[in-house]
């Protein structure tokens, strides 16, 4: 499996157009090609095979959802947003949910154990076997329990830097009826994310494996 990234760009209307771009990492390309695009024939099933794993981090507002859009829309990976399925586990009233919902009310981060069992679950069930898990790992913790319980590391990481103010902007202007989408909240969330997050995504910038593109 390649490892080595380079800086992937949003901007691009098909896979086609986007292999055509060399600035933008042979590296990178040769990940989607090899792995993603052109799968060999004689491949075992999906169901069969380890998961290709991506990995999108960024800030509150930074527009890992967006971006996540435009990989699934060109690539065809599956889209699993941690946020989203923690939202999901909270509707259905489960044993976890009361939790979650408080939880992220106060801006903290959701149990490794809680949200790595539900991305699993994710996985198991689907089809596809190429993923873009989108806002985890945010912690150490995270990357660590996600190691050890789905037994396999990320393929790829994508890292979006945006300003703060721009997250902040972005945020309030979504207007999605979210429960953490408040200024008070925004902040502790910001708080969070600098003191817990940026050590993860300095993890797989150091191990080479994270491509960072600015916002």
């Known amino acids: 499996m390649w490892k080595r990234l380079t800086i992937f760009s949003p901007l691009f209307s098909s896979p086609k157009s986007f292999l055509r771009q060399a600035s933008y990492g042979l590296a990178f390309v040769e990940v989607f090609t090899t792995e993603v695009l052109n799968p060999a024939k004689d491949r075992i099933s999906c169901k069969e095979k380890n998961p290709f794993i991506t990995f999108v981090l960024g800030g509150p507002g930074s527009g890992k959802g967006t971006q996540c859009e435009k990989i699934v829309e060109n690539f065809g990976l599956m889209h699993l947003s941690a946020g989203d399925l923690l939202r999901k586990e909270i509707s259905s009233n489960s044993e976890y949910g009361a939790m979650i919902l408080d939880t992220i009310k106060e801006g903290n981060i959701v149990p490794s154990k809680v949200t790595v069992m539900l ?36 393929d790829i990481v994508l890292f979006f830097d945006c300003p703060e103010k721009e997250m902040v902007k972005r945020v309030l202007s979504r207007n999605q009826g979210r429960v953490d989408d408040n200024i008070e909240t925004i902040k502790k969330r910001l708080q969070v994310f600098n003191r817990s997050n940026l050590p993860v995504i300095n993890y797989y910038l150091e191990r080479d494996k994270c491509s960072r593109h600015s916002r």
């Open 119 to 154: 991305i699993q679950r994710a996985i198991e069930s689907s089809e596809n076997h190429k993923f873009l898990i989108d806002g985890f790992p945010r912690t150490d913790e995270n990357r660590i329990a996600f190691e050890q319980i789905i037994g396999a590391e990320p």
